[in-house]
Antibody
Framework: QVQLVQSGAEVKKPGSSVKVSCKASGGTFSTFSISWVRQVPGEGLEWMGRIVPILGTPIYSQRFQGRVTITADTSTSTVYMELSSLRSEDTAVYYC?????????WGQGTLVTVSS | EIVLTQSPGTLSLSPGERATLSCRASHSVVSDYLAWYQQKPGQAPRLLIYHASSRATGIPDRFSASGSATDFTLTISRLEPEDFALYFCQQYGSSPTSFGQGTKLEIK
């Protein structure tokens, strides 16, 4: 079955960027849609954007448009999410998930801490 | 964007009891495209239900869900100790997809 494994925790300074990876195994990667969803500590879930690797064209939430970039490398079955101009409010756990319109399965999550 | 409001915020019950969780949408959810997830501390969400009432693979039949338009319900018929967790609903009928703020199911 499909498994998604994310890169490890990051600590970043305000104003910098972070790039999180999500490596897929099982299934046909290039035809998946992979979304990124974040969870601010103690708060709910927020969709950031998605990509279908075989198509290569991402779709972003308006809330993150201009700050988020989602890319895919079909040779390594890996999707990347880069968030720029980080601020303290971006401290959150970032998840990738297979996007069937509902999300299943999810990666294990990557904690990104933004602190000076 | 469709806003999903879950209630109650916290539900305190004992093992063996029945749990009823609500998810109310600010506008009608297209085609009843609503999912439910369970999240335990330190873990990623796990899909329980999609299309409002279809159980995901491997989900026990004590979990059931129903509803349409703006009112949806997740029911756990007899709570097991492992069911105490955070539950989220998600609508995917309108773009952008959105989530409720969650219901915490805790042991009484």
């Amino acid at each position: 079955q499909v498994q998604l494994v994310q890169s490890g925790a990051e600590v970043k300074k305000p104003g910098s960027s972070v790039k999180v990876s999500c490596k897929a195994s099982g299934g046909t990667f290039s035809t998946f849609s992979i979304s990124w969803v974040r969870q601010v500590p103690g708060e709910g879930l927020e969709w950031m954007g998605r990509i279908v690797p075989i198509l290569g064209t991402p779709i972003y939430s308006q809330r993150f448009q201009g700050r988020v970039t989602i890319t895919a490398d079909t040779s390594t079955s890996t999707v990347y999410m880069e968030l720029s101009s980080l601020r303290s409010e971006d401290t959150a756990v970032y998840y990738c998930a297979r996007d069937l319109r509902w999300f299943d399965p999810w990666g294990q999550g990557t904690l990104v801490t933004v602190s000076s | 964007e469709i806003v999903l409001t879950q209630s109650p915020g916290t539900l305190s019950l004992s093992p063996g009891e029945r749990a009823t969780l609500s998810c109310r949408a600010s506008h009608s959810v297209v085609s009843d495209y609503l999912a439910w997830y369970q999240q335990k501390p330190g873990q990623a969400p796990r899909l329980l239900i999609y299309h409002a009432s279809s159980r995901a693979t491997g989900i026990p039949d004590r979990f059931s869900a129903s509803g349409s338009a703006t009112d949806f319900t997740l029911t756990i018929s007899r709570l097991e100790p492992e069911d105490f967790a955070l539950y989220f609903c998600q609508q995917y009928g309108s773009s952008p997809t959105s989530f409720g703020q969650g219901t915490k199911l805790e042991i009484k």
